[in-house]
């Protein structure tokens, strides 16, 4: 497993890249399956999908509220040799200490949060999720942020079989 410091950086690097992609036309987006881009980056190499939440809803003391959050982002990212590893950029600062629930057609699983990101806590965990996501329709993830409202993103899994696939294979 990637150490947190590692993926964190990691992660960082790809979501300036994939960020920059949704902004404006990007050099690096390859291709575009339905809901889902892919990315590659040759130095070091590495390929990623990225999806943008089809739904958000925001939440205090059960009371839908308005917030300004950054972007919003679900990730798969491949290098050679690796399998492919899921994180979730939530737009704000998590909760202290919390984790993001995770429910692709009702199965539940668990990202753990370090700042404004999360993800999977073992490589077992990423492969089970890819796994369910690849199956699924719909992945939705519900979180708290360090101010205490409660959000919740759906995510569109139509061309995520796909996306994968192809990102994967440009990684090999």
């Known amino acids: 497993m990637t150490s947190l410091f590692g993926r964190t950086l990691a992660v960082a690097a790809i979501t300036l890249a994939a960020t920059a992609g949704f902004a404006q036309e990007s050099t690096n987006r390859v291709a575009t399956m339905t809901d889902w881009n892919v990315f590659t980056e040759e130095n070091p190499k590495e390929c990623w999908g990225v999806s943008k939440p089809k739904e958000t809803m925001n939440t205090r003391d059960g009371q839908p509220v308005s917030v300004r959050r950054g972007d919003i982002l679900l990730f798969v990212t491949f290098r050679p040799g690796k399998p492919g590893e899921i994180s979730f950029a939530g737009g704000y600062p998590f909760a202290g200490g919390s984790t993001v629930d995770v429910t692709v057609d009702g199965q539940p699983y668990q990202l753990f949060t370090d700042g404004e990101w999360a993800w999977p806590g ?9 796994a369910a996501m690849k199956a699924g329709t719909t992945a939705v993830m519900t979180a708290r942020s360090g101010k ?8 569109s899994l139509r061309g995520f079989t796909a996306a994968m696939e192809d990102a994967e294979k440009r990684c090999q």
């Open 148 to 155: 205490g409202t409660q959000t919740v993103d759906t995510f």
């Open 122 to 130: 073992s490589a077992e965990d990423d492969a089970a999720l890819l």
